[in-house]
């Protein structure tokens, strides 16, 4: 049986969806989000509530289980959150692989992320040889990946079996008002600034197709960025605006701007207690020109193929325009 740890996260469902169809069963793991309808009735998948900082929960979940794809993870970019997160985020991934290690399941892959790779150097593309290096460019949420990444590298050096995935930012549907996904609501609503910053970006459904690849092969103890290629923000929104028939953004926004603009969100959080949109974090990743490089998964799996970027925004918002309220 195959355990999917943050099953109803974004790339979790994105996961399950695919594994569904094949021929061994799923137990996909949810905390806080519980899966809706559609996802409860994908054939092959049984869904069950757990805390991964449980222990005994945990131990529970991994009886009868021979593959683990560990998903989960707490994001926010809110400063009053980075101890939270880089608790929850090291403390569950130490707790799901001791379990493993414990349990002597077949295989783990752990989604980290490209943040792992620090930014203290920007002047070349980052790759899968570059390590963790302290810096103010860093968010609370790439230390707390940095943290969970490191337990994965501890358990294999005590003799898990795993294979760890470094995404770019993911894009594809979901859920609108959050995560990548919000970015297509921001687009569609004709958002007239934009940063020079530059990052890495992938498709969800690549992203999937790589972790699906590599759990099924003999690769271990090794770590791959999964990139289509580097794209300004700018870019993006473009491509998003155009695919949407809406104006793309032309205003530069100038570092003063983007700081005023975290310190409005936040004082409106302040005031009404809604969640922040824009952090000083964010807003201060927007302006980086961060760069990968993807050759190592290529050469790794020869037969996989990256969705341009173009292609992935167009059916992204062909969903968003299909699920899109009408009075929206």
């Not at 077949?106 to 930014?119: D, H, M, Q």
């Not at 609108?176 to 609503?189: N, P, T, Y």
């Not at 993807?294 to 790794?300: G, S, T």
Request: some cysteine; aromatic content about 10%.
């Amino acid at each position: 049986m195959i355990l999917v740890t943050g099953a109803s996260g974004f790339l979790g469902q994105h996961l399950v969806r695919r594994l569904s169809a094949g021929a061994v069963p799923v137990r996909a793991l949810y905390y806080r989000n519980p899966p809706d309808e559609l996802l409860r009735s994908l054939p092959n998948v049984s869904w069950m509530p757990c805390d991964l900082l449980d222990v005994f929960a945990v131990e529970q979940a991994f009886e009868g289980i021979t593959t683990v794809y560990h998903c989960a993870a707490k994001v926010s970019f809110e400063a009053a959150d980075q101890y939270h997160i880089q608790q929850v985020n090291t403390e569950s991934t130490a707790n799901v692989v001791n379990t493993a290690l414990e349990a002597g399941i077949r295989k783990l892959l752990f989604v980290s992320s490209i943040a792992t790779l620090g930014r203290g150097n920007l002047d070349k593309p980052l790759s899968e040889n570059d390590f963790w290096e302290e810096s103010k460019n860093n968010t609370a949420y790439a230390r707390s990946k940095y943290l969970a990444e490191m337990e994965v590298w501890r358990g294999m050096a005590e003799g898990l079996n795993a294979v760890i995935v470094n995404p770019a930012i993911i894009l594809g549907p979901g859920k609108w008002s959050e995560g990548s996904a919000r970015l297509m609501q921001i687009a569609d609503r004709e958002f007239p600034f934009y940063t020079e910053g530059v990052n890495g970006w992938v498709g969800v459904h690549d992203v999937v197709s790589a972790m699906i690849q590599l759990m099924g092969s003999d690769i271990a103890e090794e770590r791959f960025i999964i990139c289509e290629g580097n794209h300004a923000y700018r870019e993006i929104f473009t491509l998003m605006a155009r695919a949407l028939g809406r104006k793309p953004p032309s205003i530069k926004a100038p570092g003063w701007a983007t700081g005023l603009l975290w310190r409005w969100n936040a004082l409106r959080k302040a005031i009404t207690g809604k969640k922040a949109t824009v952090t000083k974090e964010t807003t201060r990743t927007a302006q980086m020109k961060c760069c990968y490089n993807n050759e190592k998964l290529l050469q790794a799996l020869p037969g996989f193929r990256y969705t341009p970027i173009e292609q992935v925004i167009g059916a992204m918002a062909s969903a968003f325009i299909g699920e899109k309220p009408v009075n929206a």
